[in-house]
């Protein structure tokens, strides 16, 4: 039998997160091993609770949803995935998470099958974009390394040679083409290259 999804939730309204525990705690791979309405527990509670997945609240007192993401990054990497669950639908927001490294900014108003796939989909790699921000990709919006990356995709490297080349681990370029193939609103690795392509992150070469 497999391991479960380990999950932890993040909602200053107890109501809501104790509706939402139960309907995780009804799938068979899934587990809410902890929910806090208190922010600044959390960085303790994940280090000692160890788990894949933290679905969050973005509004929340005493420290944002952003601040606690980005402080989890920048301490977990990205063993940890971020779910934010917002009633804001700024494009400034869905930029700025991102950034930070959430795989998923989802609405307040999303469905309970919704927030699971996102949570199934975060552990398998994947990064979901909004339709609204995959219409308006611009070209700093792939990191540097991303963009080496995708660089060394359209050179026709493979993951381990991309690792080599960069001096990571396979599993860290993994999650860079996932973050690649998400923000372009792509399924795979020449969809991608043919995207850099059209938004002239890659340049043809000319004989």
Do not use: W
């Given at each position: 039998?497999?391991?479960?999804?380990?999950?932890?939730?993040?909602?200053?309204?107890?109501?809501?997160?104790?509706?939402?525990?139960?309907?995780?705690?009804?799938?068979?791979?899934?587990?809410?091993?902890?929910?806090?309405?208190?922010?600044?527990?959390?960085?303790?509670?994940?280090?000692?609770?160890?788990?894949?997945?933290?679905?969050?609240?973005?509004?929340?007192?005493?420290?944002?949803?952003?601040?606690?993401?980005?402080?989890?990054?920048?301490?977990?990497?990205?063993?940890?995935?971020?779910?934010?669950?917002?009633?804001?639908?700024?494009?400034?927001?869905?930029?700025?998470?991102?950034?930070?490294?959430?795989?998923?900014?989802?609405?307040?108003?999303?469905?309970?099958?919704?927030?699971?796939?996102?949570?199934?989909?975060?552990?398998?790699?994947?990064?979901?974009?909004?339709?609204?921000?995959?219409?308006?990709?611009?070209?700093?919006?792939?990191?540097?390394?991303?963009?080496?990356?995708?660089?060394?995709?359209?050179?026709?490297?493979?993951?381990?040679?991309?690792?080599?080349?960069?001096?990571?681990?396979?599993?860290?370029?993994?999650?860079?083409?996932?973050?690649?193939?998400?923000?372009?609103?792509?399924?795979t690795r020449i969809g991608?290259?043919?995207?850099?392509?059209?938004?002239?992150?890659?340049?043809?070469?000319?004989?």
């Open positions: 039998m497999l391991d479960k999804i380990k999950v932890i939730l993040l909602d200053d309204h107890p109501l809501v997160m104790e509706g939402l525990k139960n309907r995780i705690n009804e799938e068979e791979d899934l587990l809410v091993i902890g929910a806090f309405t208190d922010p600044r527990e959390i960085m303790h509670e994940v280090e000692k609770l160890e788990p894949s997945v933290i679905v969050m609240d973005i509004s929340m007192p005493h420290m944002d949803g952003f601040e606690v993401a980005k402080r989890c990054k920048e301490r977990f990497g990205i063993s940890l995935k971020i779910i934010m669950l917002s009633g804001y639908t700024y494009e400034e927001f869905y930029q700025k998470a991102y950034d930070v490294g959430v795989h998923a900014y989802l609405s307040k108003q999303a469905t309970y099958p919704e927030i699971i796939n996102a949570i199934r989909q975060s552990v398998l790699g994947y990064i979901m974009i909004s339709e609204k921000m995959r219409t308006g990709i611009r070209q700093d919006q792939l990191t540097a390394t991303e963009r080496e990356v995708l660089e060394l995709i359209a050179q026709e490297m493979n993951n381990q040679e991309i690792a080599n080349r960069l001096a990571m681990s396979k599993r860290t370029v993994e999650y860079h083409i996932a973050s690649i193939t998400g923000k372009f609103g792509v399924k991608a290259v043919v995207k850099g392509y059209e938004l002239g992150l890659l340049l043809s070469s000319k004989a």
